[in-house]
């Protein structure tokens, strides 16, 4: 029975029919939101009541393939996929927190991330950098206080709406980073101090290219480590 269910469990068609199941749940959820497809909306049930039914054999299938069922908790994935499943199961056609009930249903899609291997690296390189992101960011904000301080000191009086204060700055900061309309900004503080375009281009200089470019850097590193680390685990599995 467990070879049976094992050998469902991991064919290429029954994978391939789940993911496309998910992506049909998210359609479901998407066309929900249409008013002019509102007139459908107990088809949609129905429909809604089937991906669930799916879901729940599809889960049931690769917990009973699995021959010590301790196993199949101890992957954190195997966890996601029994969360989201029994959050579609709770019934939410009466109930006061439909709305809830109906926008958590739209994370079943993020099942996909567990049939996808390379989906799984980002996400578990996403988790690893985290710690070193942590720094990155603390190094980060060490520059926006000096030049928010350095900002408001100079530019106060010019535009107290962008320099007013220190929290002001860091604000003003954030846009110039992200190069929405920051010229304007620099002209504006040009006509009064000329050399301030100084000021500008450092900060983005070493905010928007250095500490980019520091950040990219990080995240590959750890794509890579992540991606190593399943590539020496596929000889194991396969010799089990």
Do not use: C
């Not at 439909?98 to 988790?127: A, D, N, Q, Y």
């Not at 990219?216 to 590193?221: A, D, K, L, Q, R």
């Amino acid at each position: 029975m467990i070879s049976h269910l094992h050998k469902i469990r991991f064919h290429p068609l029954f994978e391939g029919a789940v993911v496309a199941v998910i992506i049909f749940s998210s359609v479901i959820v998407g066309a929900k939101t249409f008013p002019k497809l509102q007139q459908y909306a107990n088809i949609f049930d129905f429909l809604d009541a089937i991906v669930t039914s799916i879901f729940l054999t599809e889960l049931l299938i690769r917990f009973f393939s699995e021959e010590n069922k301790k196993n199949f908790f101890k992957n954190g994935w195997n966890i996601f996929d029994s969360l989201i499943v029994t959050i579609s199961l709770i019934p939410i056609a009466n109930s006061e927190m439909v709305v809830i009930g109906r926008m958590l249903r739209i994370f079943r899609i993020m099942r996909v991330i567990s049939f996808i291997p390379e989906l799984r690296i980002l996400i578990s390189s996403l988790f690893s950098v985290i710690p070193k992101l942590i720094y990155i960011l603390l190094l980060l904000f060490i520059f926006f206080y000096i030049y928010a301080t350095i900002g408001t000191t100079l530019f106060n009086e010019i535009n107290p709406k962008l320099w007013g204060d220190v929290a002001i700055s860091l604000l003003t900061l954030f846009q110039i980073m992200t190069l929405e309309g920051w010229t304007d900004i620099m002209y504006e503080t040009m006509e009064v101090y000329p050399g301030s375009w100084i000021f500008y281009i450092s900060f983005i200089v070493i905010t928007a290219f250095a500490f980019l470019n520091l950040l990219i850097g990080v995240i590959v590193n750890i794509i890579e480590v992540e991606t190593n680390k399943v590539s020496q685990s596929i000889p194991a599995n396969d010799q089990d």
